[in-house]
């Protein structure tokens, strides 16, 4: 979407941005923070993921979330980003570049793990969100107009086996996202994107993937990995292949009966063009691909969570330290995330 919005528009939007921060320990902050960031940048040397359109959320957990018994949870998770700053390359671009102007969204998603024995187990995943979005558009096809609207996401269920080890700390998951989210909201003008939409239209296999290590005297690192590949898509639209990849370290130590965990994570993602007559730019303008889609980037996050068992509270802010895109897409300055859960 651009703005010569009467023969096609060139859309955008995505790239967020994102992630995790760091520890601290009652008398050395400072060196706590640097060791954890460290320790992130390594363990996150061979992995990555991403989501569908520069409007999603990361689909990597917490590392509450990693399975460490038998035992179900249920968790509601809170996310929220507001892309506003036009982004071409890897250097902020001007606004004119884009007909898109804002795209804020808020995510919530109700989900549900178990795991049956200390191998075997499920978890699903249920999104409903809601979103503004500003663009030019309407009659005369240079006005600015906003959309609101809210719909059920794209549901995802996948299983869990953690059976190579006895501590479970180490994991495969496998599953499909589902073509539940709406891909067709639109307004009389057509001025709403398919890369826009919140649902991708699209039966995705999801693979992942996670490694637990105990360092000892309260550090636990952890890392994560999380691949979607769509496989069957329609109406001229295949979002890209995404991958996203998080890998941090926590310290716990406890406050009477709460045990509280400053988390330092990274995040690295990757997502390959859309694709399509209906992708950002249409297969028709660009063979390769919809012409304002697909990016990488790496995040920090700072976080903390608060666990009184059976519990929990995470809360944490993602923060971008580099990204790339391809054409210009809308990205946010930050994501903010806050999973409450119940352990049984």
């Not at 700053?85 to 570049?97: E, F, M, Q, T, V």
């Not at 808020?106 to 024995?117: C, D, I």
């Not at 802010?317 to 995330?337: D, R, S």
């Amino acid at each position: 979407m651009t703005d010569t919005k009467n023969k096609f528009r060139i859309f955008n939007n995505e790239l967020r941005a994102l992630i995790r921060r760091f520890s601290k320990r009652n008398t050395s902050l400072t060196s706590t923070l640097c060791a954890a960031l460290l320790l992130a940048m390594v363990l996150t040397s061979s992995l990555a993921r991403a989501c569908a359109c520069g409007c999603g959320v990361f689909e990597v957990g917490t590392s509450d979330m990693l399975p460490k018994g038998p035992g179900g949870m249920v968790y509601e998770e809170f996310d929220y980003q507001s892309q506003s700053i036009n982004w071409s390359g890897s250097s902020r671009a001007p606004k004119a570049d884009n007909g898109d102007n804002l795209i804020r969204t808020y995510f919530v998603t109700t989900g549900f793990q178990y795991m049956f024995n200390r191998s075997w187990g499920v978890q699903v995943e249920i999104p409903y969100d809601y979103r503004r979005f500003t663009t030019t558009g309407g009659p005369t096809g240079s006005d600015t107009v906003s959309n609101n609207w809210g719909t059920l996401g794209d549901i995802r269920i996948e299983g869990i086996y953690t059976g190579f080890q006895p501590d479970m700390s180490v994991g495969v998951t496998g599953g499909l996202k589902l073509p539940t989210g709406s891909y067709s909201h639109q307004d009389a003008y057509g001025d709403i994107d398919r890369d826009s939409e919140l649902g991708t239209g699209s039966t995705d296999i999801l693979l992942g993937g996670f490694y637990r290590h105990n360092f000892g005297n309260g550090f636990t690192g952890f890392a994560q990995t999380q691949l979607d590949i769509p496989v069957l898509v329609q109406e001229g639209y295949r979002p890209g292949f995404e991958i996203d990849t998080s890998a941090g370290l926590y310290y716990g130590f406890r406050l009477g009966r709460v045990r509280v965990s400053p988390v330092a994570q990274i995040i690295f993602s990757e997502r390959t063009k859309d694709d399509g007559v209906n992708a950002s730019g249409g297969a028709n303008a660009n063979p390769a691909g919809g012409v304002n889609s697909g990016y990488q980037r790496v995040l920090l996050s700072p976080g903390i969570e608060f666990d009184m068992h059976p519990w929990s509270l995470y809360i944490d802010v993602e923060l971008p330290v580099y990204e790339h895109t391809t054409g210009n897409q809308l990205i946010a300055p930050e994501l903010v995330k806050l999973i409450m859960s119940y352990h049984f």
